[in-house]
């Protein structure tokens, strides 16, 4: 039995994806390394120089929060993202494939209606003075709330063109993991 050509559509969304998926790779380790150096920073200030920043505190605060929102678009992208697979487990793989697209289908629906608060919430914060560092507003710092569910929500459109354009042999699992 000849195996299946995958089709240039489906060729362009994994590069797509896992194009995306290294830049927010690439991301994750700029922001581990920020965190660690502000914490050296924080505590060689106050135990060398007995001072310290301000801003030190809040600002971890907001970059754990960039670092979860790019975690979850990572995991999204590698098809590790929290999921229920009581399904799969249950019904044979032909019906598995298609209750995966309808999971999709929902998540997106669900990814849509939290970034669409986010939109709200950062319009809110947009309205205070408080500022992060110097003049530059906290708002800002909140900005990934929504673009990291956008991000999560690309992901899975990706995911879900993926399963649309993929041959019928096309796992849903990744690679390596056991079944």
């Excluded at 939109?119 to 003049?135: H, N, P």
């Amino acid at each position: 039995m000849p195996i299946p050509k995958e089709s240039t559509g489906n060729i362009f969304l994994q590069n797509a994806n896992t194009f995306l998926g290294k830049v927010e790779t690439g991301a994750l380790c700029l922001i581990v390394a920020m965190m660690l150096g502000l914490a050296i920073l924080k505590i060689v200030l106050r135990y060398v120089f007995s001072t310290s920043l301000l801003w030190s505190d809040i600002m971890l605060q907001h970059l754990t929060l960039w670092l979860c929102f790019f975690g979850a678009a990572l995991a999204t992208c590698e098809r590790r993202h929290i999921s229920i697979d009581v399904l799969s487990r249950i019904l044979p793989g032909s019906v598995t494939r298609w209750t995966n697209l309808v999971i999709d289908c929902i998540a997106l629906v669900v990814v849509g209606i939290l970034a669409y608060y986010g939109f709200l919430f950062l319009g809110d914060e947009q309205s205070s003075e408080t500022v992060l560092i110097g003049s530059v507003p906290l708002w800002w710092a909140k900005t990934i709330i929504p673009y990291g569910f956008v991000l999560i929500g690309v992901h899975v459109v990706l995911q879900i063109g993926i399963h649309l354009t993929g041959s019928a042999d096309t796992p849903d699992a990744i690679e390596g993991e056991p079944d």
